[in-house]
Nanobody
Framework: QVQLVESGGGLVQAGGSLRLSCAAS????????IAWFRQAPGKERQFVAT????????YYADSVKGRFTISRNYAEKTAYLQMNSLEPEDTAIYYC??????????????WGQGTQVTVSS
């Protein structure tokens, strides 16, 4: 079992930045990949980024590449999503998930409760 708790969401103007956190507990932190997904109202859940258990391999959705950075801190057992140059289209509930290193939500067994990110124009 892995428990995940997100934090760091909020309201920001377009062009601004936010850093989301995902604190993990339960299994050994290096045993699983961590990913971020997001879901906007009326839309399907969308892959954002993922990082392998070792932290060596990272993969991003094209829509966030160059603006978002995923990382993980092993001492803190926490993953982060640094979001820069935010756009109104980034508005969504952001979820972190733990599981296999893929971009498919079905491959992630554990999910946090989500944190709201709202970008105003």
């Amino acid at each position: 079992q892995v428990q995940l708790v997100e934090s760091g969401g909020g309201l920001v103007q377009a062009g601004g930045s936010l850093r989301l956190s995902c604190a993990a507990s339960g299994r050994t932190f290096t045993d699983f990949a961590i990913a971020w997904f997001r879901q906007a109202p009326g839309k399907e859940r969308q892959f954002v980024a993922t990082i392998s258990g070792s932290g060596i391999i990272r993969y991003y959705a094209d829509s966030v590449k160059g603006r978002f950075t995923i990382s993980r801190n092993y001492a803190e057992k926490t993953a982060y999503l640094q979001m820069n140059s935010l756009e109104p289209e980034d508005t969504a509930i952001y979820y972190c998930a733990a599981g296999d290193w893929t971009s498919t939500s079905d491959d992630y067994d554990y999910w946090g409760q989500g944190t709201q990110v709202t970008v105003s124009s």
